[in-house]
């Protein structure tokens, strides 16, 4: 694919194929991804590549403890609730996804159902776990280059036709995943992706999110009218 092709094209991915993916495929994506800049080349990401029984593992036990109402345990920081158009956006998506699936507004059974394939990690076959060094807790610069390194791989997936969604449902449940995965305690889990080939069948894949307009995201300083 051009570049312009895959930036333009992606979409985010919430239903798969249960074919699996290559570990080789997933070698190359990962190789090409971590060329992301970073800090001062700090490169303080690391990925744990899941799938099989350690994910359904993984799944159950998100699962399980989200519905006994055990308290989430995310690892990484988490801000205040959107709020404003912030917020707006978050509800834009998921009437588009809603829609795309029939998910009526009081349908609470289908909305539950709809919640939980998050923290299911989406039932792809394929889920990467994105980690940081645990030494670089607190630094601005790190969540900001594993992002770049999180948005490098998902594209990097699309161009070699995969699919892919960055979800933080899937790491709720912080002990179920570092248990599961065999996470090293000098690491801090960040976000997951669930990976794998799309299926072109299932309705919310379709959905292309809104986006801002360049005027309204943009200011330019010194430059004519």
Same mark, same amino acid.
């Given at each position: ?100 699936? @029939? *998910? +009526?507004? #009081? ?14 990690? &989406?039932? !792809? ?56 995965? @065999? *996470? +090293?305690? #000098? ?14 069948? &299932?309705? !919310? ?21």
């Amino acid at each position: 694919m051009q570049f312009d092709d895959v930036i333009l094209g992606r979409r985010s991915i919430r239903g798969y194929k249960p074919d699996p993916v290559p570990k080789a495929l997933i070698e190359e994506i990962i190789a090409l991804a971590m060329r992301a800049p970073s800090s001062m080349n700090t490169q303080p990401w690391n990925f744990y590549v899941i799938s099989g029984e350690p994910l359904n593992r993984i799944r159950t036990g998100n699962t399980e403890r989200m519905v006994t109402g055990v308290p989430q345990s995310r690892e990484f920081r988490i801000g205040p609730p959107f709020a404003n158009q912030h917020r707006e956006r978050q509800i834009g998506v998921a009437k588009q996804l809603f829609a795309a699936m @029939g *998910i +009526a507004r #009081d349908d609470t059974e289908k909305r539950q159902d709809w919640v939980l394939r998050g923290f299911r990690q &989406f039932d !792809a076959p394929v889920c990467v776990i994105v980690t940081y060094d645990r030494v670089l807790d607190g630094s601005d610069d790190t969540p900001f280059d594993c992002g770049a390194v999180t948005n490098a791989l998902v594209n990097a997936a699309w161009s070699r036709g995969l699919g892919a969604v960055i979800n933080s449902q899937g790491i709720m449940q912080s002990p179920v995943v570092r248990e599961h995965a @065999g *996470i +090293a305690d #000098d690491q801090v889990i960040m976000k997951s992706i669930a990976l794998g080939w799309p299926d072109e069948s &299932f309705p !919310a894949n379709s959905v292309v999110s809104e986006r801002k307009r360049v005027d309204e995201a943009t200011v330019f300083v010194g430059f004519e009218s």
